[in-house]
C-alpha cells in the first residue's frame, strides 16, 4: 500500500466517527476544516467521495456557518489557539449536535486545558463526542509523493541571521510531520542521515521522539505490528525483523543544488516549473475566439495520462496524444454504431433497452477520458508556447552537456538578447555548481555579462560562500557530457519534424486551436540521457547495501527499536556507523530545505529500473520552483 492510499484510508475512519469503514453505519455528518486540513483532505478525497462517507456540507472553520443542530460536526484542524477559539464560539452557539474533534497532529496540553475551558463555558462538555490526534499533518500529493507544504525552510536553515529559535522551531515542525508519515505506515524505519548538518538534526530529534512514543504507549502505540493475518494496513506487507523494515533517508538540500536550478524536459517537471503545480492545480492562460481566458486544472493522482506520461520526455507526450485520441474516437464510434447514430449528442432515450444500457454505461468513461485528453492538450499548448518563446530546448541541450561548455558558449549564451535573464541565471549557476576551475578573471566576466542581461547576482554571491561545502557529483555530470551532447543534435530535425506535424495533426482534431505548427517550430526533439542525481546515487547505495566509497558511506544510522533497549539500559542513544550491508526495499527519502519533481521522478526511475523493484517515496518539506528556489538563494546572498 502505497503512502498515499494509507493516509486515505486513516481520513475515510476519521470521517466515520473513528470506527471501522467496513463496519460502520453510514451517519449524515457536517465536515468543517481548517486551511491546512482542507489542503489534506482535497488532495484525498473527491466531493462523491466525501458524501460516500455521509459527508452532506464541507465548509471552512473560519466563516460565518449556521446551525445544523441535528447531525453531529466532524472538525479536522491544526491544534493552534485561533482553532480552539474558534471551536469555543460554536460549542457556545450550539451549532452541531454533537462535536468530533480530530487534530492533524498532537494538541499540547495547554490548549486541551483552553478546549476543556470552553467547553464548560459554554455548557457543552457532554457534546464533545471524541478528541483525537491523527498525526496526518503533511499532504500526499501523489502515490510516493508528499509534501509537509511549508515555505522558505531552505532560506531559514542556511541564514546566519537565523535564531536559534527560529531554528527549533522549524525543526520540530518538520519531526512533527515526518512522525505523522511513520505513524500512517504503522511501523517504525530505520533512519540514515548524514552527519553535521540540519537533516542530522531532525533525524535524531525523530528517533527520540518515536522511541519515546513506543515506550511510554502501552495500549495506544502508533506502531504495534499487525497480526499475519492482517491486510488492511501497509504495516502488514512489513515484519517487524529489520530487513523488511523501510528504511528512512534524510538528505539536506545542500547535497545538490544543480538540480533545483536546471532546466529539465519532462513532462512533469515541466509543469511543475513552467506552470507553476501547486498541489496539483495549475492555472493556464489560454486563447478562446480572440480573446485570453484563464483555465484551472486539477490534475488527478490517477490521471490515467500523468501517470503514464509524467515522467516521459516531452516530445513522447506527443506520441501518446496521438494514440490516445485515435483510442477514444474509435472507442466513440464503436458506441456510435452499436446505437445506430452518428454522435454521441443523438442518443435516443427510447432505444432499444439493451442498446441503451451498452451506451449509458460507456458514456460516463468516454466523457471523463475525453475531459482528461482536453486538459493535456490544453497543458501541453501552454508548455509549448513557453518553450517556443524561452528558446528553453536550448538551455536544457547546454545543461546536459553541461561538463563540455566552453566559456565562449557559455558567454554567447549569457549575452544573447533573445534569452530571459532568469533562464541565463539559471544556467549559470548550474554551470557554476558543475565546475571548480572556473578562474577568477572568467568568473568576473560571467558576472559582467549575467549585469548586463539584468539578472540578479545575488544568488551566485551565496553559492560562491557555501561551494566548498556542498556535495556535488561533477564528475558524473562531466563524463554524460559528451554523450548528452550527441543525442542533442543527432537527427534532432528530422525527428522533430515528425513530432511536430503528429502532435498538431492531432490538437487540430480535437478541436485545439490553430496555428500550432508555429506554436512549437522552434523546439527540438531532445531525449535526456539517463542520468543518476546525487540524491538517487545516496539513495541506491544504501538500498543496494553497498555504501563503500560512496557520498552514503558516512552516513548515521538510527534505529528506534534499539535506542529503546539502551534507554531502558539508563544508556544515551547514539546514532552509529552502518555495520551492515544488507539492503531495502522499501524507502522514504525525505529533503531537508525543498525538493522538487525532478528529483521525485529520478528516484522512481532507479526503483523501477532495479533488478528486485524497489518502492521509493519522496517528500520533502515544501515542492519547489526553480524560481521559488532562487528567490530564497537571492535573499541569503543579499545579507
Known amino acids: 500500500m502505497s503512502l498515499r492510499q494509507a493516509q486515505k484510508d486513516a481520513v475515510a475512519v476519521m470521517l466515520n466517527l473513528n470506527s471501522s469503514v467496513a463496519n460502520a453505519e453510514t451517519v449524515w455528518k457536517v465536515l468543517v476544516y481548517d486551511k491546512a486540513g482542507q489542503d489534506i483532505i482535497s488532495q ?23 446551525p445544523i443542530p ?34 492533524t497532529y498532537t494538541i499540547s496540553r495547554n490548549l486541551l486545558e483552553e478546549l476543556a475551558a470552553a467547553a464548560v463555558a459554554a455548557n457543552a462538555s457532554v457534546q464533545i463526542a471524541q478528541v483525537y490526534d491523527q498525526y496526518l499533518n503533511y ?81 495506544n502505540n502508533l506502531f504495534s505490528e499487525p497480526s499475519a493475518s492482517s491486510s488492511s494496513s501497509m504495516a502488514s506487507s512489513l515484519s517487524s525483523n529489520s530487513s523488511a523494515r523501510p528504511v528512512l533517508i534524510l538528505l539536506d538540500r545542500n547535497v545538490d543544488l544543480a538540480s533545483m536550478l536546471a532546466h529539465t524536459w519532462t513532462y512533469s517537471t515541466l509543469v511543475h516549473d513552467l506552470l507553476d503545480l501547486n498541489l496539483n492545480r495549475v492555472n493556464i492562460e489560454t486563447e478562446d475566439k480572440g480573446r485570453k481566458v484563464k483555465k484551472t486544472f486539477d490534475i488527478d493522482a490517477h490521471d490515467f ?21 485515435t483510442r477514444y474516437k474509435k472507442d466513440v464510434e464503436d458506441v456510435t454504431k452499436t446505437s445506430g447514430v452518428t454522435s454521441l449528442n443523438d442518443m435516443d432515450p427510447n432505444s432499444n433497452a439493451d442498446v441503451l444500457k451498452y451506451a449509458l454505461t460507456a458514456l460516463p468513461e468516454l466523457t471523463d477520458r475525453k475531459r482528461t485528453l482536453d486538459m493535456h492538450m490544453n497543458i501541453a499548448t501552454a508548455l509549448f508556447g513557453i518553450i517556443n518563446e524561452r528558446k528553453l530546448d536550448t538551455f536544457f541541450a547546454q545543461e546536459e552537456a553541461v561538463g563540455k561548455l566552453t566559456k565562449p558558449a557559455v558567454l554567447e549564451t549569457l549575452k544573447d538578447a533573445e534569452k530571459s535573464a532568469q533562464d541565463k541565471l539559471r544556467f549559470f549557476l548550474v554551470y557554476f555548481l558543475s565546475h571548480d576551475d572556473i578562474t577568477k578573471e572568467d568568473l568576473a566576466a560571467y558576472e559582467e555579462a549575467l549585469v548586463a542581461a539584468g539578472a540578479s547576482v545575488a544568488p551566485l554571491n551565496y553559492l560562491k560562500g557555501v561551494k566548498s561545502f556542498i556535495k556535488m557529483a561533477a564528475a ?42 508555429n506554436l512549437i517550430s522552434g523546439v527540438r526533439n531532445l ?68 525538493g522538487n519533481y525532478l528529483e521525485y521522478q529520478n528516484l522512481q526511475d532507479y526503483a523501477q529500473r532495479s533488478q ?28
Open 527 to 594: 531525449l535526456p540521457t539517463r542520468k543518476d542525481l546525487p540524491s538517487t546515487r545516496i539513495v541506491e547505495a544504501i538500498m543496494e547495501g553497498n555504501t563503500a566509497g560512496t557520498d552514503a558511506e558516512e552516513y548515521l544510522q538510527l534505529d528506534p527499536k534499539a535506542s529503546r533497549a539502551l534507554a531502558a539500559g539508563k544508556s544515551a542513544a547514539k546514532p552509529t556507523l552502518s555495520s551492515t550491508n544488507k539492503g531495502y526495499q522499501n524507502a522514504i527519502v525525505f529533503v531537508v530545505g525543498g
Open 476 to 517: 558524473a555530470s562531466t563524463a554524460g557530457g559528451s554523450g548528452a551532447q550527441s543525442n542533442v543534435t543527432s537527427g534532432s530535425s528530422d525527428l522533430f519534424g515528425k513530432f511536430t506535424s503528429k502532435l498538431a495533426g492531432t490538437l487540430e482534431g480535437a478541436g485545439v486551436s490553430g496555428g500550432f505548427e
Open 70 to 103: 441535528d447531525v453531529p460536526g466532524v472538525y479536522f484542524v491544526q491544534p493552534t489557539s485561533e482553532s480552539i477559539r474558534r471551536i469555543g464560539e460554536d460549542l457556545a452557539k450550539n451549532l452541531y449536535e454533537s462535536y468530533y474533534l480530530n487534530f
Open 305 to 325: 495520462f500523468w501517470v503514464k506520461n509524467s515522467g516521459n520526455p516531452f516530445p513522447q507526450v506527443a506520441d501518446d496524444v496521438n494514440s490516445e485520441i
Open 139 to 219: 499532504i500526499s500529493l501523489e502515490e510516493r509523493l508528499f509534501s509537509l507544504n511549508f515555505s522558505n525552510t531552505y532560506k531559514v536553515l542556511n541564514d546566519a541571521t537565523s535564531t536559534d529559535r527560529t531554528i527549533d522551531a522549524v525543526t520540530e515542525s518538520i519531526v512533527s510531520s515526518l512522525f505523522s508519515v511513520v505513524a500512517t505506515m504503522g511501523v517504525v524505519p530505520i533512519i540514515r542521515c548524514p552527519r553535521g548538518n540540519a537533516a542530522a538534526g531532525v533525524a535524531q530529534k525523530l528517533d527520540q521522539r518515536i522511541r519515546e512514543h513506543i515506550m511510554n504507549s502501552r495500549n
Open 44 to 66: 484525498l478525497l473527491k466531493v462523491n467521495e466525501l458524501r460516500e462517507n455521509g459527508v452532506t456540507v464541507h465548509m471552512p472553520l473560519f466563516t460565518d456557518r449556521q
Open 612 to 639: 528486485q523493484k524497489k518502492k521509493v517515496t519522496y517528500g520533502s518539506t515544501e515542492i519547489l520552483t526553480a524560481n521559488a528556489f532562487i528567490a530564497q538563494l537571492e535573499a541569503l546572498g543579499s545579507r
